[in-house]
T-cell receptor, first 111, second 111 residues
């Protein structure tokens, strides 16, 4: 039981490049989330998926897209990376009573 | 929108008790959570309490909930240097509702 896994752990991009952050969970949770964490800003929700086949915007969706490929996997795509997207990205899946389970994060730097 | 507030920093001496406080605004919150984030890692669920409870104890951790004042606290007894981390408070109405996180309290434990 691996919980929530994320790849890659680290990434450096140049402005304008694209990339996809991968996330998978093996807990059979319906809901999955993508957050970014910046110093002094706490966690900000980018997108979430309440169930397979549905996705919704969070607080800061601009510049990102998501795909809920199946119940296990929820990916986050940056089509044209900008320095303002330098951040630590966390994926989480949610049990309806026990709360969210977080992955280890992806540390992204955009030059 | 709904809000969860925490103080940003708390400094304690090793062996003392730590009390981290949180206030929330949504009176219909059903679940209240405490997460711990160690440096370079994702958030880890520490404990949670249902809104119909006043207190929950789990080894060195005690959670107190004052629903009237919408105040949640986390007490760590005999604080150790390994408890140094950021602690996040979160609330949720459960079901399809998105949880709301505070910005986190950095706990610094001095030897």
């Amino acid at each position: 039981n691996a919980g929530v896994t994320q790849t890659p752990k680290f990434q450096v991009l140049k402005t304008g490049q694209s990339m996809t952050l991968q996330c998978a969970q093996d807990m059979n949770h319906n809901s999955m989330y993508w957050y970014r964490q910046d110093p002094g800003m706490g966690l900000r929700l980018i997108y979430y998926s309440a169930s397979e086949g549905t996705t919704d915007k969070g607080e800061v969706p601009n510049g990102y897209n998501v795909s809920r490929l199946n119940k296990r996997e929820f990916s986050l795509r940056l089509e044209s990376a900008a320095p303002s997207q330098t951040s630590v990205y966390f994926c989480a899946s949610e049990d309806s009573t026990m709360g969210q389970f977080f992955g280890p994060g992806t540390r992204l730097t955009v030059l | 929108g709904e809000d969860v507030e925490q103080s940003l920093f708390l400094s304690v001496r090793e062996g003392d008790s730590s009390v981290i406080n949180c206030t929330y605004t949504d009176s219909s919150s059903t679940y209240l959570y405490w997460y711990k984030q160690e440096p370079g890692a994702g958030l880890q669920l520490l404990t949670y309490i249902f809104s119909n409870m006043d207190m929950k104890q789990d080894q060195r951790l005690t959670v107190l909930l004052n629903k009237k004042d919408k105040h949640l606290s986390l007490r760590i007894a005999d604080t150790q240097t390994g408890d140094s981390a950021i602690y996040f408070c979160a609330e949720s109405k459960g079901g399809s509702y998105i949880p709301t996180f505070g910005r986190g309290t950095s706990l610094i434990v001095h030897p």
